[in-house]
């Protein structure tokens, strides 16, 4: 019979108070349930194993009991003891009846028991028999229920604004609000919109991680936004203004006379708002491209020879 150290299975040390038992449970009972772990064999024994060391942790006399049993199994192995075989395991038996068979004073899911959950560990110490005039003291641990996870994609014009969903998550119509200037990739969560719980603990979470989609015209960098813009050579040389297309709206902006391409412009306030803070905007960036007319009227091109006339004339 293999010796349980019930102390290293739930990651505790042997002076924990009940507080912290119960508390690791939780967490390691999350993290190997078999509603989380579906057709995962080495998590439902994982499972099985934290729950029968927090059945005895949990229990005052059982713990006392086994801190005494483990003391002397560490004498044990000090004296030399390399084995189960060699260790007194009889003076350690469960209560027995007058027909020989053991029973147990079980303290937890009465399922859990008659599915075999426990080890021959547990049941030599603590008893492994089962018959209808047995009394259990039923104590039934809550457990939440498992998370959910969902992927929604909105376009930049909807981050930009906020915007809000409705998804549809086994059944229930579930409204979820997502805030102006949200980054691509914030996961939300909703919670109570998870899995149910068992033995009346509380529901699981909605985890929905938002993607925002890749725009034709702005390139996204934090709160910022950044445009290419094309200028006509008249504006960059003389400079002007020119409407440009925002989130919000067209803006007028002022060309700076001898506005070269590839020169950045910016605009304050026109980029994307501060997810929490969404007085705040960050800025429009607009990087200039000079745009050379292609098909010319005989009266441009007359223009555009007497004004090379004269630069040859300056230069």
Do not use: C
């Not at 150290?5 to 967490?27: C, F, G, H, M, N």
Request: without cysteine; aromatic residues 10%.
């Amino acid at each position: 019979m293999e010796f349980k150290d019930y102390y290293q299975i739930l990651d505790v040390p042997p002076s924990a108070d009940i507080e912290t038992i119960k508390r690791q449970y939780r967490k390691l009972a999350r993290k190997y349930h078999p509603d989380v772990n579906p057709n995962d064999k080495s998590a439902e024994e994982k499972f099985k194993e934290i729950s029968e060391a927090y059945e005895v942790l949990v229990d005052p006399e059982k713990r006392k009991k086994y801190d005494e049993v483990r003391r002397q199994w560490q004498q044990y192995q000090q004296m030399g003891g390399r084995g189960p075989d060699g260790f007194d395991w009889s003076q350690w038996a469960g209560n027995v009846g007058s027909d020989g068979t053991t029973y147990v004073h079980f303290e937890g899911d009465i399922d859990d028991l008659i599915g075999g959950g426990f080890s021959d560990f547990f049941e030599h110490l603590f008893g492994g028999g089962f018959r209808g005039g047995y009394q259990k003291a039923r104590r039934v641990h809550p457990r939440k229920g498992p998370d959910y996870r969902l992927d929604i994609h909105i376009p930049l014009e909807e981050a930009y604004r906020g915007t809000s969903r409705i998804l549809n998550v086994n059944g229930d119509k579930i409204r979820i609000k997502i805030k102006p200037g949200v980054a691509d990739g914030k996961v939300l969560r909703v919670r109570g919109k998870g899995g149910q719980g068992s033995h009346g603990g509380p529901r699981g979470d909605l985890y929905v991680r938002v993607h925002v989609l890749p725009h034709a015209r702005y390139v996204r960098k934090g709160a910022d936004l950044y445009i290419e813009e094309p200028i006509d050579i008249p504006t960059a040389v003389l400079g002007g203004e020119k409407v440009i297309q925002t989130l919000s709206g067209p803006v007028k902006m002022k060309i700076p006379a001898g506005t070269d391409g590839g020169s950045v412009l910016r605009i304050r306030g026109k980029g994307m708002p501060y997810y929490e803070n969404p007085s705040r905007s960050g800025d429009l960036y607009i990087k200039t491209r000079i745009e050379v007319p292609k098909h010319l009227s005989p009266e441009q091109r007359r223009l555009y020879e007497e004004l090379a006339r004269h630069q040859k004339v300056i230069s």
